[in-house]
């Protein structure tokens, strides 16, 4: 028997495994995470447009609500014209109208309603009636038509207001300055 030790290498371990190139599985999750994140925050800007648009047409409703129970010209064309305002202000942010009075004021109504069809327009005496009447008496307002002013700013209000609408505040903006 041969008693001279035998020359055999010592044994090699593997390297350690690395964390890079991750798995196939890691990517997957990771997709599908930024996909979850996207979708949730699509979801709350659709939902938290949604409900600007119900809060404006349930306060619509009772500002009608309240005219048939009261029929005050007066205090109806005050409700619209706030109204009209907080919800341009909601519609367009970014915009300087805060400020707005008079033509100015219904010119960029006319400019930015969405409905063009009906054939109303903010410059006609029903939207003149939206800033004269809530300084005219009781008497004096009789001849304006409450059912055309409502109508006149429920189009505006329910219409779609989009990014063409907000080039078209710039544009009118730009205008007054």
């Given at each position: 028997?041969?008693?001279?030790?035998?020359?055999?290498?010592?044994?090699?371990?593997?390297?350690?495994?690395?964390?890079?190139?991750?798995?196939?599985?890691?990517?997957?999750?990771?997709?599908?995470?930024?996909?979850?994140?996207?979708?949730?925050?699509?979801?709350?800007?659709?939902?938290?447009?949604?409900?600007?648009?119900?809060?404006?047409?349930?306060e619509l409703d009772v500002i009608k609500q309240q005219f048939q129970l009261t029929q005050n010209r007066s205090e109806l064309a005050r409700s619209l014209s706030?109204?009209?305002?907080?919800?341009?202000?909601?519609?367009?942010?970014?915009?300087?109208?805060?400020?707005?009075?008079?033509?100015?004021?219904?010119?960029?109504?006319?400019?930015?309603?969405?409905?063009?069809?009906?054939?109303?327009?903010?410059?006609?005496?029903?939207?003149?009636?939206?800033?004269?009447?809530?300084?005219?008496?009781?008497?004096?307002?009789?001849?304006?038509?409450?059912?055309?002013l409502i109508q006149l700013c429920e189009c505006w209000l329910l219409s779609s207001h989009d990014k063409k609408s907000q080039s078209r505040i710039s544009q009118?903006?730009?205008?007054?300055?």
């Amino acid at each position: 028997m041969n008693t001279e030790p035998l020359d055999l290498r010592d044994i090699h371990l593997p390297e350690p495994i690395s964390w890079w190139p991750v798995a196939p599985g890691w990517w997957m999750l990771a997709a599908a995470l930024v996909l979850i994140v996207l979708l949730l925050y699509i979801a709350r800007k659709s939902y938290l447009s949604r409900q600007l648009r119900r809060d404006i047409r349930t306060e619509l409703d009772v500002i009608k609500q309240q005219f048939q129970l009261t029929q005050n010209r007066s205090e109806l064309a005050r409700s619209l014209s706030i109204l009209l305002r907080r919800a341009c202000i909601s519609y367009y942010p970014s915009a300087n109208i805060a400020g707005l009075t008079g033509d100015h004021w219904l010119n960029l109504l006319d400019k930015t309603s969405g409905q063009r069809s009906t054939g109303l327009r903010f410059q006609s005496e029903i939207g003149h009636s939206l800033i004269n009447a809530p300084y005219q008496s009781e008497r004096a307002l009789a001849d304006y038509d409450a059912e055309a002013l409502i109508q006149l700013c429920e189009c505006w209000l329910l219409s779609s207001h989009d990014k063409k609408s907000q080039s078209r505040i710039s544009q009118t903006m730009a205008g007054q300055s």
